[in-house]
């Protein structure tokens, strides 16, 4: 039988309502309870490396799933084109040349000088005053044992390894067996069989299972991958045979691609282990890489790799999925830096940077949400190899690489192929002048790094005293 008009319409309206409810809900707990963070940091993972951002010889369906229910950056940048810098800058919400261990990598091995300092405020220590409980599993690489570490920075709780890179599975810094192994229960060694990848994410998927309800949590789950030595899930044969963790003479695309796989299906599981635990919709989870690419990435558009300044050794993917807050398959074409997340996920917690250590970056939460234009930024970069320098100025970039200097346009030219030095000679002076200008407000760059040769100890009348903090 035919309902009359005025049923009919009450009956829309009750069906409206019954399937909206849910998202309308889910945005008023987003908005009114404090969320949990999950921060997914890859290590060495190129632009293009997820299938979701132009990978088309494997795919990474969870990464891809995460993008589609959040929203996907497409102009987010590193801080440095290699692994400490950026981390010292995620984990301040600074420019690394601010401090000492931020200056060209020199955590390249054990010092007592070079570090994260204990009392520099992070976003862990920053977010334990906002009442959250804090945890690190992954990569530290911000300073060793005894005067530096995650347990002295804000974490509560860490599994990991404290230096640069391990093997997938003896989880030793060298190849072979004198060579101890670098995998800590927050200060203490331990020994776990295991590839390295699936140990971070047990250790992830078994600390959001026991999650207090009474307090949000912050978790940081810092991957080595895909970063070298080439070793794929069942590649343990490959791992007995290295002479050389650097595994200059080993890798391919198809063990690259395995070890990209097991970083995704990874991801999947923290996923799924939100969702069993009900915490999903109220959970920010963020997933981006510390730099460019390596030998076996996918940088496409972008020229260059890890160690560059070039866009394919900075621009970096990343992805931000917050259920009620941020459109779910939105692109967003904000400029961003990895600095940014500190001021960023404080203000979703509800609190904002030490004032005695103010951010170099912004909070995004208002371009995430979608309700305003992206900003135009100025972002800075140097890497003392072949003395190259960078700005960002909306548009446009300045490029030093030795002796040779450009100007791009890179919202049009990602290849950085027309050199527009002489088209526009305001704008390359003009930007030349501003690198300048910021580079006398930080540390200079020592005449030698750890990286070429000179032990952290060794460094210390080679830096200048300028904003030293």
């Known amino acids: 039988m035919k309902l009359p008009i005025t049923s009919r319409r009450r009956f829309l309206q009750a069906t409206t309502a019954a399937v909206l409810a849910p998202h309308l809900r889910i945005g008023r707990a987003a908005a009114t309870t404090t969320p949990n963070i999950v921060f997914i940091l890859a290590d060495d993972l190129g632009y293009a490396d997820l299938s979701v951002y132009g990978q088309t010889d494997y795919r990474t369906p969870n990464i891809d799933r995460l993008a589609a229910e959040g929203t996907r ?16 800058a995620l984990i301040t919400g600074r420019y690394q040349y601010r401090l000492r261990a931020g200056l060209e990598e020199p955590i390249a091995g054990p ?6 300092p204990p009392g520099h405020p992070t976003l862990p220590s920053l977010l334990k005053k906002s009442g959250y409980a804090t945890a690190l599993f992954g990569k530290w690489h911000l300073g060793y044992l005894p005067k530096f570490g995650p347990l002295k920075s804000g974490y509560d709780v860490f599994f990991g390894n404290y230096g640069g890179a391990i093997d997938y599975f003896t989880h030793r810094p060298e190849a072979g067996d004198k060579e101890p192994e670098d995998l800590y229960e927050g200060e203490v060694p331990v020994h776990k069989a295991g590839y390295y990848t699936q140990l971070l994410v047990d250790r992830a ?9 009474a307090r949000p949590f912050l978790l940081s789950l810092h991957f080595t991958a895909p970063h070298w030595p080439w070793e794929g899930p069942a590649d343990e044969a490959v791992s007995r045979e290295l002479t050389d963790i650097f595994d200059y003479d080993g890798g391919n695309l198809a063990i690259y691609a395995k070890m990209v796989g097991a970083l995704d299906e990874g991801v999947g599981r923290v996923l799924s282990a939100l969702e069993r635990k009900g915490l999903d919709q109220n959970t920010i989870v963020v997933f981006t890489s510390d730099n460019g690419g390596e030998r076996f990435a996918k940088t496409w558009p972008f020229s260059g790799q890890k160690t560059e300044l070039l866009e394919g050794g900075i621009r970096v993917p990343a992805i931000v999925r917050w259920p009620g807050q941020f459109a779910p398959g939105a692109i967003n074409n904000q400029v961003s830096i990895s600095m940014d ?4 996920l404080l203000a979703v917690a509800g609190g904002e940077p030490d004032p005695a250590y103010p951010s170099d970056g912004i909070n ?3 371009q995430l949400r979608g309700g305003q234009n992206p900003i135009e930024r100025t972002l800075y970069w140097r890497y003392k190899s072949n003395h190259q320098r960078a700005i960002r100025d909306g548009n446009f970039k300045y490029l030093k690489i030795n002796d040779n200097e450009f100007l791009f346009d890179v919202t049009v030219d990602q290849r950085e192929r027309a050199n527009l030095a002489h088209r526009q000679p305001k704008v390359f002076a003009d930007l030349k002048s501003k690198w300048t200008a910021w580079n006398s407000q930080m540390l200079s760059i020592p005449w030698r ?13 080679h830096y200048s005293p300028q904003s030293h903090d």
């Open 73 to 88: 950056l497409t102009q987010a940048y590193a801080n440095s084109a290699v692994c400490s810098a950026t981390r010292l």
């Open 111 to 116: 010092s007592d000088t070079i570090g994260l």
């Open 205 to 213: 998927v078994d600390y959001i299972a026991h999650a207090s309800s």
């Open 341 to 344: 997340w500190l001021p960023t």
């Open 364 to 366: 995004l939460l208002p």
């Open 449 to 461: 790094s750890y990286s070429h040769g000179v032990h952290p100890k060794n460094q210390a009348d």
